[in-house]
């Protein structure tokens, strides 16, 4: 098939490999434009955008696709389908029919639980017991459209949003891959009104630890954050991020240290440490972090 791909972030890189190598033609990869990035500030490709040049294709980078030109331009391309995942621009109605089969969208939730910006990260946080991908027949509304294929996949007990995230990706790449070869037979399944959830986008003022919620929030909330923004909490005065914690036994006030392998007690039942990073340093796991940095048991974070 004939295909303009629009995406951006890592998350899109092996959809757009997925479907160079099932032997689909690429018409032309959108992506958002360069930004300032690095000590530097140098203008950075996006990683579509740096993928899509390594492989050869066409890359345009419009800031918008509002304007007559931009949309007469997308039309041009005389496209059999859109393939849209995560790309961060919205698409106006000129732009979803312009393809012969209109725009398809890789969406890492089960629908409708999880519309918008994080579904992932939600899914991690509120403690999903599974989460998976769908294809989804793009329309006017945020993720409303029709769901013409998906996939299930449990959420590990220890899985964080980074290790969940390269999974989906991958599962992206083949269930696209499949849709578009059994497209004219898959049947639309419209989505039910019961079980809407929005994923709203994280933003970095929920990332603080509050010490007395239960054990099993605390780490649902640290491996939901990690890598990015990561959760935080002050110890003795420094901010520290926190990217990886499980369960463990104990109980006391809540922020205290109750060992010397950074095990906290929180409102209920108590978390251990498992990857830290403080301001200027690299992650680190627990006895490299305390080497460089000893947290005293009885102390509180």
């Known amino acids: 098939m004939r295909i303009i791909f629009m995406g951006t972030p890592d998350f899109s890189v092996p959809v757009l490999d997925a479907l160079v190598a099932a032997g689909h033609e690429i018409a032309a990869v959108y992506s958002q434009p360069p930004r300032p990035a690095g000590r530097g500030k140098k203008d950075r490709p996006t990683p579509v955008h740096a993928r899509a040049a390594a492989l050869g294709l066409e890359v345009r980078h419009p800031v918008s696709l509002k304007g007559d030109a931009e949309q007469q331009d997308f039309a041009a391309l005389n496209a059999d389908v859109a393939v849209v995942v995560a790309y961060g621009l919205i698409l106006p109605q000129p ?25 992932i990260h939600r899914a991690v946080m509120a403690g999903d017991a599974k989460t998976g991908i769908c294809i989804m027949q793009m329309e006017a509304g945020l993720d409303t459209g029709p769901v013409l294929l998906r996939d299930a ?3 590990g007990a220890e899985e ?3 290790q969940l995230h390269d999974r989906l990706s991958e599962m992206g790449a083949g269930l696209i891959v499949e849709a578009l ?9 419209v989505q039910p009104n019961e079980g809407v959830i929005y994923a ?6 929920e ?7 239960p054990a099993a929030d605390v780490d649902r909330k640290i491996r939901g954050l990690s890598p990015f923004p990561g959760a935080w909490c002050e110890i003795e005065g420094q901010r520290v991020k926190l990217l990886l914690s499980k369960l463990a036994e104990g109980q006391g006030a809540p922020g ?5 392998a950074l095990t ?11 990857r830290l990073q403080r301001a200027g340093k690299s992650a680190q796991d627990p006895d490299v972090f305390l080497r460089g940095f000893p947290v005293q048991k009885g102390s509180r974070l």
Not at 183 to 189: N, Q, R, Y
Not at 200 to 205: M, N, Q, T
Not at 207 to 213: M, N, P, S, Y
Not at 256 to 260: A, I, S
Request: charged residues 20%; proline residues 7%.
């Open 264 to 274: 906290v007690a929180c409102g209920a039942g108590a978390v251990q440490l498992l």
């Open 207 to 213: 990332a603080q630890i509050d010490w007395t919620w």
């Open 160 to 162: 964080t949003t980074a």
């Open 95 to 119: 732009v979803l029919d312009a393809p012969a089969q209109g725009c398809l969208n890789i969406h890492a939730s089960l629908l409708p639980r999880w519309r918008g910006a994080a579904p």
């Open 256 to 260: 205290e240290v109750l060992d010397d």
């Open 200 to 205: 709203e986008k994280i933003d970095k003022a």
């Open 181 to 189: 070869t059994h497209l004219p037979d898959l049947v639309p399944e």
């Open 153 to 155: 996949t449990a959420i």
